[in-house]
């Protein structure tokens, strides 16, 4: 008897997305007629992709799970997650797979398991994606990568820098960016820039370009990049303080997370926003947009860079358990107070608000909404990026990194007689 999967979140192509967050789904026999439960295993059978389940919403899914599925057809409900460090490599990679007893395989469903990788290790056919994705967005100069350029300048620049909402504000931006491109290819999630280690990979004609003696940004012909086109002007510039093969000029992942210390409070940790953050834009030569704040988001690289001061944070929270905006330590007032940085307080320019002490204008609409999950909603606030996998929260924001598990916080232990 045929039994089907359903997961929600499917997009108009009855495509499902993944992370390494539990999404609770059902299977049920369709056209039953039997008069007693029948009994079947969920298992993970795709090629790449690994996947868990669960009874529950619980941070130790497992490979099979046995469900006794109601004869009347009636659903069950169980929990689906990507398995840590097995994620997607395209789409239907990753299989969920329904045996009987005897072991015929009587469901099955694909899905994607997408996952934010590091750029250095990136398998070339995502890297293509992500270029083509990119290169679609910009059209020339004419594509909504207009709007990221226009939201990131000197007259916005308090709006997320120099404050406690840098690390909130830029993940929002990340995400804003990645589902515009998911837009043009489901498929599609920012890779990371690792800065404190080489990424020869990353420098390359096939990536994100070769700098030659003149800073000029070089690409193999054809490169989805080739055309790349802000403030009007045609390509990128990049030179670097650095050996192109080696780390930028900051500080260890290890002494980043170090920075929280002492009590791993982010009033520390926000430092980050100097070294390693600042330092790597400034890993670059002064003539290269991404070492100004204002020109920054000219080179694309940008957000590759940002994923990483993301992924930084979203490390931290998961080590340090700071996913609850509520908790005194992961997250401070702003200094000096200014609106924008508050838990409470809307972020531009996807709240509209325009004129003092907000910019002139506000770039970019609405933040974009997604199938996968209704967080952080169109108008978000500060406190709406702290949970990014959803372990405090009832919802993620839809998007993992390859080295930050899905990890339910510790239960508080009532105090005793
Ligand atoms: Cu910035």
């Given at each position: 008897m045929p039994v089907q999967i359903d997961i929600p979140g499917a997009d108009a192509q009855g495509r499902v997305f993944l992370t390494w967050t539990p999404v609770q789904a059902t299977a049920r026999l369709v056209g039953g007629t039997a008069?007693?439960?029948?009994?079947?295993?969920?298992?993970?059978?795709?090629?790449?992709?690994?996947?868990?389940?669960?009874?529950?919403?619980?941070?130790?899914?497992?490979?099979?799970?046995?469900?006794?599925?109601?004869?009347?057809?009636?659903?069950?409900?169980?929990?689906?997650?990507?398995?840590?460090?097995k994620p997607s490599s395209a789409y239907g990679d990753a299989v969920v797979q329904a045996k009987d007893t005897t072991g015929n395989v009587v469901g099955s469903k694909a899905v994607m398991v997408r996952i934010r990788k590091n750029a250095q290790t990136l398998p070339a056919?995502?890297?293509?994606?992500?270029?083509?994705?990119?290169?679609?967005?910009?059209?020339?100069?004419?594509?909504?990568?207009?709007?990221?350029?226009?939201?990131?300048?000197?007259?916005?620049?308090f709006e997320m820098h120099g404050n406690m909402g840098f690390l909130p504000w830029h993940r929002a931006y990340v995400l804003d960016l990645e589902r515009a491109l998911q837009a043009i290819d489901a498929t599609v999630a920012v890779p990371y820039w690792r800065f404190d280690k080489g990424a020869a990979a990353l420098f390359?004609?096939?990536?994100?370009?070769?700098?030659?003696?003149?800073?000029?940004?070089?690409?193999?012909?054809?490169?989805?990049l080739e055309h790349w086109v802000t403030d009007s002007r045609l390509g990128i510039t990049r030179g670097f303080n650095f050996p192109v093969g080696g780390p930028a000029h900051v500080i260890s992942e290890f002494d980043t997370f170090a920075l929280g210390e002492p009590g791993d409070v982010f009033a520390?940790?926000?430092?980050?926003?100097?070294?390693?953050?600042?330092?790597?834009?400034?890993?670059?030569?002064?003539?290269?947009?991404?070492?100004?704040?204002?020109?920054?988001?000219?080179?694309?690289?940008?957000?590759?860079l940002h994923a990483n001061v993301d992924r930084l944070w979203a490390k931290w929270?998961?080590?340090?358990?700071?996913?609850?905006?509520?908790?005194a330590s992961a997250y401070a007032p702003p200094s000096p107070p200014r609106i924008g940085h508050n838990l409470g307080d809307t972020m531009w320019p996807w709240n509209g608000i325009t004129g003092r002490p907000r910019p002139p204008t506000a770039p970019g609409?609405?933040?974009p909404t997604t199938v996968v999950t209704p967080a952080p909603g169109q108008t978000p606030k500060v406190q709406d990026m702290f949970d990014h996998l959803g372990v405090v929260s009832t919802n993620s924001l839809g998007y993992a990194y390859d080295d930050v598990p899905f990890e339910l916080p510790p239960t508080v232990v009532a105090g005793g007689p």
């Open positions: 008069t007693g439960p029948v009994n079947v295993s969920l298992s993970s059978a795709g090629t790449v992709g690994g996947l868990v389940f669960d009874t529950v919403r619980s941070s130790q899914g497992a490979a099979t799970l046995q469900l006794a599925l109601p004869g009347n057809g009636q659903p069950t409900t169980f929990w689906i997650a990507g398995e840590f460090q056919p995502e890297r293509d994606r992500y270029l083509a994705a990119l290169g679609t967005l910009n059209a020339q100069g004419q594509g909504a990568y207009k709007d990221f350029r226009d939201m990131h300048t000197a007259a916005s620049n390359t004609q096939d990536f994100m370009g070769q700098s030659d003696a003149n800073a000029n940004v070089v690409f193999r012909p054809g490169h989805a520390g940790f926000h430092d980050m926003e100097g070294d390693p953050h600042g330092n790597a834009h400034t890993s670059f030569t002064r003539i290269s947009p991404i070492s100004q704040v204002p020109l920054a988001v000219r080179d694309p690289l940008f957000f590759m929270q998961w080590v340090k358990h700071r996913e609850n905006s509520t908790d609409g609405r933040f």
